[in-house]
C-alpha cells in the first residue's frame, strides 16, 4: 500500500496559479506505476485530471485542462505535482491523488491508493 498526502490547496483569484503537491510514501513504485490527479465537487463524479508515469514521465491530460495544468513528479523526493495555471471558478473543487499499477491509467477503477484531498477554490 501506498500514503499519499495531499497540500497546496487554497483560494485564489480567477486566473491565478496554484501548485498541488502529492508526498508518497510505502510500498516503492513498480515499474508501471502511474500517478495521477481527480478532481470532485459536491455531488459530482469523480473526473480524470491529470496522470503521469512514474518511470519515463510520459503525461496525460483531460481535455478541461490541457493547456492550463502541468503535471510533474520528483522521484528522489516521491512527490507528484500539478501545477495549475489561468485558473477559472469552474475549477473549484477538490483534488485527490492517486496511484495506479497499470501504466498510462487514467480511468478511476485502475487507481487502488487515493489521499484524502486537498480543496481548491477560484473565485471570480
Known amino acids: 500500500q501506498v500514503q499519499l498526502v495531499e497540500s497546496g490547496g487554497g483560494l485564489v483569484q480567477a486566473g491565478g496559479s496554484l501548485r498541488l503537491s502529492c508526498a508518497a510514501s510505502?510500498?516503492?513504485?513498480?515499474?508501471?506505476?502511474?500517478m495521477a490527479w481527480f478532481r470532485q465537487a459536491p455531488e459530482k463524479e469523480r473526473e480524470f485530471v491529470a496522470a503521469?508515469?512514474?518511470?519515463?514521465?510520459?503525461?496525460y491530460y483531460a481535455d478541461s485542462v490541457k493547456g492550463r495544468f502541468t503535471i510533474s513528479r520528483d522521484n528522489a523526493k516521491n512527490t507528484v505535482y500539478l501545477h495549475m495555471n489561468s485558473l477559472k471558478p469552474e475549477d473549484t473543487t477538490k483534488y485527490y491523488c492517486?496511484?495506479?499499477?497499470?501504466?498510462?491509467?487514467?480511468?478511476?477503477?485502475?487507481?487502488?491508493?487515493w489521499g484524502q484531498g486537498t480543496q481548491v477554490t477560484v473565485s471570480s
Open positions: 492517486a496511484r495506479s499499477s497499470g501504466f498510462g491509467s487514467t480511468r478511476q477503477r485502475d487507481f487502488d491508493s
Open positions: 510505502g510500498r516503492t513504485f513498480s515499474i508501471g506505476t502511474t
Open positions: 503521469i508515469a512514474w518511470f519515463g514521465g510520459a503525461t
